[in-house]
């Protein structure tokens, strides 16, 4: 989900632009014979740039959406629209709107818009989606009953914590054999988020901290993923060419869940044959899934979702806080402090999180500046509906610019400075109900992650800070952290934090 507006891709960039100079041919051909009816004329929807004919605004959107739809609301204001093809894109960037989309008019813009290279799922998954779910079904609720009971609820992440606070020993033991080599942070990191989840799901690790390349296949595959499926895709524009598959998406991400899937069908099969023969004493949440008679396509697509919406976002926190942190010395030396006095020479403990106020504050602040899925997950109009003044057409695509809102000036007293202090003695908090700090969302597509974030991100930090001293390596400029949008929401990707441990005493 991570960079989900985020398009990865020059590779898909060069096939999209010769199909987009083909299209007004193509539609000028299907408009002759009345084959197209005419695009979009709705009522008045919410302003926003001149949109091309045809094609409409999708070459303005640039690489990184949420800077280019940032500058836009400064024009056209905070409820802006944009003509993607056939598509209208909505997009809200004020505390104000955010309410009116996530919270007043929640029922009804709380359809997701999915992908059209997820088209399969409907016939072949019976729906069964968290992230895609068209609507908030009665097949959505389920899922996201049964998730929160297994894996987010109070009782199910106290008894996750042993398991949790082992993996990130396995980190801190991992980078004390690294001691004053360079390492590349992000991989460490991701790689221990991702063991933590693969635990709580299937009871294995499925990358090897010792791998060279800490990661290994797997990783690389589910990056892949998330850059195909946030690659922009015409069929998504022209919901109509779908069935054509004109950049080959849909052939790219059905083999690439087919690759990913592979690296769990055996323990799926094989626990499915030992549930027959033996009682088990410990369940997982593959145990759950199969005792909910799940089909193993079913199976997949949820460890999937989960995967993916859970182990970039939290990994990509962590990274940007080691970055904020690093950068601003100040705030570090706090950190410090504040672990030394609580935590003394013991290993940090999930019960130690509530007393970390400062650690805690800096997560808040990193997630303020850098959330990692900056335009959320794009929202679906169900039906026509009016917000504020504007209408929002029947299957419009709905998002809030969460990083617009984040360093909004009116907001936040200087936006782009990262003060952890702003949340000390502050009753802010990313749980939805403050408009002005939305980094899970808000309303009935609120994260349902959110609870499992909030322990791993602190805890991961937490040690990483209270077990080692970090330098940059020699000649890495600090202003290379760029902090600002020109990375965007990503650091790892476009800029790996390279970085140097110190055991400390
Ligand atoms: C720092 C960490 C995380 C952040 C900032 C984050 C943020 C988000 C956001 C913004 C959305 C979209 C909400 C919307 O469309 O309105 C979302 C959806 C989702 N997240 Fe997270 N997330 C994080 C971690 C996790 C974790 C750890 C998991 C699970 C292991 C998870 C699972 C999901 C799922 C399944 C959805 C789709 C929910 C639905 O559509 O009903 N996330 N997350």
Redesign the pocket.
């Known amino acids: ?1 991570e960079n989900t507006a985020q398009s990865s891709g020059t590779e898909e960039m060069l096939v999209l632009i010769p199909i987009l100079l083909l299209l007004p041919l193509l539609f000028f051909i299907l408009r002759h014979f009345k084959i197209l009816s005419s695009p979009l004329k709705s009522p008045l929807v919410p302003p926003g740039p001149y949109p091309w004919p045809i094609i409409g605004n999708i070459l303005q959107l640039g690489k990184k959406p949420h800077v280019t739809l940032t500058q836009l609301a400064l024009n056209y204001g905070p409820l802006i629209s944009l003509r993607l093809g056939t598509t209208l894109m909505v997009v809200g960037s004020s505390p104000v709107v955010a309410k009116e989309i ?1 919270k007043t008019h929640d029922r009804v813009l ?1 359809g ?1 818009h999915v992908p059209s290279v997820f088209a399969y799922m409907r016939s072949e998954l019976n729906n069964l989606s ?4 068209l609507e ?1 079904s009665g097949r ?1 609720k389920f899922l ?1 009953t049964l ?1 929160r009971a297994e ?2 609820s109070g009782k199910a992440l106290e008894s996750q914590a042993c398991l949790q606070e082992k993996k990130v020993m396995d980190m801190v033991e991992l980078l004390g054999t690294m001691e004053g080599k360079v390492v590349n942070i992000g991989e460490v990191i991701f790689a221990t988020v991702f063991n933590m ?1 693969s635990n709580v799901l299937l009871s294995r690790d499925f990358i090897s901290l010792k791998d060279e390349s800490v990661g290994g296949v797997l990783k690389g595959l589910i990056r892949k993923l998330m850059e195909v499926i946030s690659a922009p895709d015409v069929s998504d524009f022209f919901p109509i060419l779908g069935r054509f598959d004109l950049q080959g998406q849909k052939k790219k991400t059905l083999d690439l869940i087919g690759s990913i899937s592979f690296a769990w069908a055996d323990i799926i099969k094989e626990r499915r044959e030992r549930k027959g023969s033996v009682v088990l004493q410990e369940q997982d949440f593959l145990d759950v899934m199969i005792d909910n008679n799940f089909t193993d396509k079913q199976i997949n697509q949820l460890l999937l ?3 993916s ?3 970039e ?2 990994s990509s ?1 962590i990274v940007w806080a080691m970055a904020e942190l690093i950068k601003n010395l100040e705030s570090m030396k706090k950190v410090r402090e504040e672990l030394a006095r609580e935590i003394k020479q013991d290993v940090v403990k999930e019960f130690h999180l509530p007393q970390l106020n400062y650690l805690q504050a800096s997560v808040k602040e990193t ?1 303020r500046l850098h ?3 900056p335009l ?4 679906r109009a169900i039906e026509s509906y009016q917000v504020t003044s504007y209408t929002i057409p029947k299957d419009s695509q709905v998002l ?1 610019n ?1 990083w617009a809102i984040g360093r909004d000036p009116l907001y936040w007293e200087d936006p782009l400075v990262f003060k952890p202090e702003r949340f000390l003695n502050s009753a802010l908090d990313f749980k939805g109900n403050d408009f002005e700090f ?13 609870p ?2 909030a322990k ?2 602190p805890l991961v930090l937490a040690s990483l800070i209270h077990f080692f001293d970090w330098s940059l390596p020699h000649g890495y400029d600090p202003e290379e952290l760029d902090m600002s949008e020109k990375f965007g929401a990503t650091l790892k990707k476009e800029q790996p934090l390279y970085l140097i441990p110190k055991v400390r005493k």
Do not use: Q
């Open positions: 989900m996530l709380s997701r968290l992230g895609w779910s908030c959505w996201r998730c894996l987010f989840l979702e989960l995967f919406a859970g182990t976002t939290s926190t997630l959330p990692p899925a959320l997950l794009p929202h809030v969460v939305l980094p899970f969302s808000a309303g009935r597509r609120i994260c349902p992650g959110l499992m974030a791993v991100v």
